[in-house]
T-cell receptor, first 119, second 111 residues
Framework: GAVVSQHPSRVICKSGTSVKIECRSLDFQATTMFWYRQFPKQSLMLMATSNEGSKATYEQGVEKDKFLINHASLTLSTLTVTSAHPEDSSFYIC???????????????FGSGTQLSVL | LAKTTQPISMDSYEGQEVNITCSHNNIATNDYITWYQQFPSQGPRFIIQGYKTKVTNEVASLFIPADRKSSTLSLPRVSLSDTAVYYCLVGAGGGADGLTFGKGTHLIIQP
């Protein structure tokens, strides 16, 4: 299957600092990537849809100024948690879509996740 | 978006076949059904995807009845390493549209 690399795997930061998480599709081009967060023992919650060359689409309740998404190339999307606070501590996961969206051959592959701990 | 319902948890033993069923009564004509596996502190891993009837790959089979209102993931001869959370997703074009994860099924395999 396709490989999605997510970095860093773990980050600890002080309250008020910003943290950038990178998501790369290593062996395919992804026009669409997705960002999720997951709290312990809970399911994944979609935060936003990242489209190459355009603004991200955020889910209801997700602050776009808090979670900045940049999808500058077909292989890289970044999520920046700005002015992080302890309540932002969570497991963040990215995913990338292979193929053209809406085609029956498209599939979704996930990064390994980033555990963010804000002190 | 088609909502999915799965059992919260299941238990089985090594060497057994495990079947996990997902209900998706509101599935749309263009929707595909995709199953993912997630281990703690890892991203979900694609297992299998289908539209109708039966799909089989090297790790699992997916059974989809004619009305497509449910699907069953079948794991043959499970091992301890199959202990994980399994999610069923339904969406257009390969299950990627919307990407609403349900609660998933926590499968626990015992020796």
């Amino acid at each position: 299957g396709a490989v999605v690399s997510q970095h860093p795997s773990r980050v600890i930061c002080k309250s008020g600092t910003s943290v950038k998480i990178e998501c790369r599709s290593l062996d395919f081009q992804a026009t669409t990537m997705f960002w999720y967060r997951q709290f312990p023992k809970q399911s994944l919650m979609l935060m936003a849809t990242s489209n190459e060359g355009s603004k991200a689409t955020y889910e209801q309740g997700v602050e776009k100024d808090k979670f900045l998404i940049n999808h500058a190339s077909l292989t890289l999307s970044t999520l920046t948690v700005t002015s992080a606070h302890p309540e932002d501590s969570s497991f963040y996961i990215c995913s990338a879509l292979t193929g053209d969206r809406g085609r029956k051959d498209e599939k979704l592959f996930f990064g390994s996740g980033t555990q963010l701990s804000v002190l | 978006l088609a909502k999915t319902t799965q059992p919260i948890s299941m238990d089985s033993y090594e060497g057994q076949e495990v079947n996990i069923t997902c209900s998706h009564n509101n599935i749309a004509t263009n929707d595909y059904i995709t199953w993912y596996q997630q281990f703690p502190s890892q991203g979900p891993r694609f297992i299998i995807q289908g539209y109708k009837t039966k799909v089989t790959n090297e790790v699992a089979s997916l059974f989809i009845p004619a009305d497509r209102k449910s699907s069953t993931l079948s794991l043959p001869r499970v091992s301890l390493s199959d202990t994980a959370v399994y999610y069923c997703l339904v969406g257009a074009g390969g299950g990627a549209d919307g990407l609403t994860f349900g609660k998933g099924t926590h499968l626990i395999i015992q020796p």
